[in-house]
Nanobody
Framework: QVQLVESGGGLVQPGGSLRLSCAAS????????MGWYRQAPGKQRELVTTIGRGGNTNYADSVKGRFTISRDNTQNTVYLQMNSLKPEDTAVYFC???????????WGQGTQVTVSS
């Protein structure tokens, strides 16, 4: 049973920081592309950032320069460091794992991030 378990969400003031973690029970974790998505109330789920097998990263324009994704293949964990948080970052954040051969796509249960004063 594949599981992606997110943690680290919470309530933070504007300008603050949070670090999300996603622990994955995936065999061959290093071969998966990992990502973070978010979904705000009444909105569609959107891509935040991804990190490939080789460590290449991709960010949504709205988070560039503020968020950093990283992965630890020895711990089967991916992280999202979020700095300079804004109220518009408020959402449920989901961890995602994509394997290519065979095609696989897994999601975590999500963790709530609320940015408010």
């Amino acid at each position: 049973q594949v599981q992606l378990v997110e943690s680290g969400g919470g309530l933070v003031q504007p300008g603050g920081s949070l670090r999300l973690s996603c622990a994955a029970s995936l065999r061959g974790f290093s071969f998966y592309s990992m990502g973070w998505y978010r979904q705000a109330p009444g909105k569609q789920r959107e891509l935040v950032t991804t990190i490939g097998r080789g460590g290449n990263t991709n960010y949504a324009d709205s988070v560039k320069g503020r968020f950093t994704i990283s992965r630890d293949n020895t711990q089967n964990t991916v992280y999202l460091q979020m700095n300079s948080l804004k109220p518009e970052d408020t959402a449920v954040y989901f961890c995602n794992a994509v394997g290519l051969v065979p095609a696989q796509n897994y999601w975590g249960q999500g963790t709530q991030v609320t940015v408010s004063s």
